[in-house]
């Protein structure tokens, strides 16, 4: 558990600092742009996600699944180049079908404007998803302190590349094609960073290639993150297709990410794909239920009450980041809020760490059938609110399945892999937490205020509630602190 925590914790650390810098940048995005123009952007974006994660096929995955296994081996080099060729031919298909249907995305958008961004948007589109597969390889590759600090550096330089262009007056035009730069220096330096695990190679590389064995364990999961995308992103299509881009982008700040599955869950979830399948090789199921009920725990302890704090002060917390203008945006923000507890748990990874890849594209084919077709009828029925109804409802029933077949697969029951004692006693301490902090701030005019003070209050409820009902120790408080302060330049603080 020792390596899984700061394996774990440099890349919550890289996906904590990734948020807080991608939040800020729609907040700031919805103070330079229009409505309309901040509806546009929320297109491409979708556009962009939809194509990214179809056109990588699933072959994320396949690099933890195989790339340990040819260790010492000269196939593993030659795996990663293959890894590389691959993601470039997606990244170039990618670019061309977007290039030329763009007039026919713009018609079916509502949005005659969206045509002409989209010719440069294709070029980040061929150069993003040719790079798609950097991170996880150095994952597999067990260089999660190099990892964190290329994409943080990264991160820096995009939001300083998209913002130079809006402070400049050059408008949505200039963003997009700031995008495009980006991407294309992404490309030349995640390269160069990997040149020697790519060259030299000697001859007969292309006989090691193993295409067909990485297809047929990754496309079954491409077919599930094909439908799963589908499934989540449909609602925004909806609103896209049947509403202005004015409106699009009121539903887009309600429908902001709060990814705490991509700063916490994923993060755990990339460790556990990386360690569990030795452990599921060798039957060791006890091994496994006890790392994923200690990840679980931790992972309940800053998710749940995060959860209940927002959805306490959604109004004010909205309103303050996104200004009144979008206070519409609040009750689609509540709705989208009830998907928080899911990112406790990490279950898509038991099939796959199991190698059954073909259940979690059932699992996929299933949730995704049902949340278009829910998302359509609702739509019909309730109008504005009835996609987010339907991906809320989805996402719980998917998460049902996973826990059903997890359980299978590990032999065990629920109660024996879900620490429920803590997750009750999480939950209770932080409604308690964000009633007082409710009450402390009744008087209070300031949105910002507002926030820091119920923050404050909250916090400290919340800790000496868990300190009295020893959920948590001292010295598990005092750990986590001086975790914080060996990857934070405050050492010489007293």
């Not at 700031?178 to 020697?196: D, K, Q």
């Not at 991906?391 to 032999?411: D, E, I, P, Q, W």
């Not at 005019?445 to 800790?463: D, H, N, P, Q």
Request: charged share 15%; hydrophobic share 55%.
């Amino acid at each position: 558990m020792a390596s899984l925590t700061q394996k774990a914790g440099l890349l919550i650390a890289l996906n904590l600092f990734k948020y807080a810098v991608g939040f800020l940048l729609p907040v700031a995005l919805v103070r330079l742009l229009s409505k309309d123009e901040y509806g546009t952007y929320q297109q491409l974006l979708l556009i962009g996600s939809l194509s990214v994660g179809v056109m990588t096929l699933g072959f994320p995955a396949s690099i933890y699944y195989y790339y340990k296994q040819y260790a010492g081996e000269p196939r593993q080099r030659a795996f990663v180049l293959q890894v590389a060729l691959l993601f470039l031919a997606s990244g170039l298909v990618t670019a061309v079908i977007v290039y030329f249907a763009r007039d026919v995305i713009a018609d079916n958008m509502n949005n005659s404007a969206l045509s002409g961004y989209l010719e440069y948007y294709s070029i980040y589109l061929l150069f993003f998803v040719a790079t798609e597969y950097f991170i996880h390889l150095l994952i597999s590759k067990d260089l999660y302190s190099l990892g964190v600090k290329i994409e943080s550096a990264e991160v820096l330089f995009r939001v300083a590349l998209l913002m130079l262009p809006l402070v400049s007056g050059f408008g949505l035009q200039g963003l997009v094609i700031s995008l495009a730069i980006y991407a294309v220096f992404r490309f030349c330096f995640y390269t160069i960073v990997i040149r020697h695990d790519l060259w030299p190679l000697g001859a007969g590389v292309l006989k090691l290639f193993t295409f067909k064995e990485q297809l047929v364990y990754s496309l079954p999961l491409a077919m599930s993150f094909l439908l799963g995308l589908i499934g989540r992103t449909i609602d925004k299509f909806l609103i896209s297709i049947n509403f202005t881009p004015s409106q699009m982008a009121v539903y887009a700040v309600g429908a902001v990410e709060i990814p705490l599955d991509v700063i916490f869950q994923a993060s755990v979830a990339n460790v556990l794909r990386a360690d569990f399948p030795a452990l599921a090789k060798n039957g060791q199921f006890e091994e496994m239920i006890r790392i994923w009920r200690a990840a679980v725990r931790k992972l309940a302890l800053i998710i749940l009450p995060i959860f209940i704090f927002l959805m306490g002060f959604s109004s004010t917390f909205i309103t303050f980041m996104f200004t009144d203008k979008y206070q519409d945006s609040v009750d689609i923000f509540r709705i989208y809020l009830l998907l928080v507890p899911l990112h406790m748990v990490v279950l898509s990874i038991f099939p796959q760490v199991f190698g059954n890849t073909k259940l979690t594209m059932k699992i996929v084919m299933v949730s995704a059938s049902f949340n278009i077709i829910s998302s359509i009828i609702l739509v019909k029925a309730v109008g504005y609110y009835g996609p987010a109804l339907a991906t809320v409802v989805t996402n719980y029933l998917s998460a049902g399945l996973y826990m059903y077949f997890a359980l299978r697969l590990l032999k065990c029951d629920f109660r024996t892999l879900v620490p429920l004692r803590t997750i009750v006693r999480v939950a209770a301490s932080a409604v308690i937490g964000v009633v007082l902090a409710s009450m402390s701030v009744s008087m209070v005019g300031s949105k910002l205020f507002e926030l820091a003070l119920g923050g404050i209050v909250f916090l400290i409820t919340y800790v000496v509630l868990l300190l009295a009902l020893s959920e948590v120790s001292k010295a598990e408080i005092q750990s986590i602190w001086q975790e914080v302060r060996r990857r934070l330049p405050v050492q010489g603080a007293s």
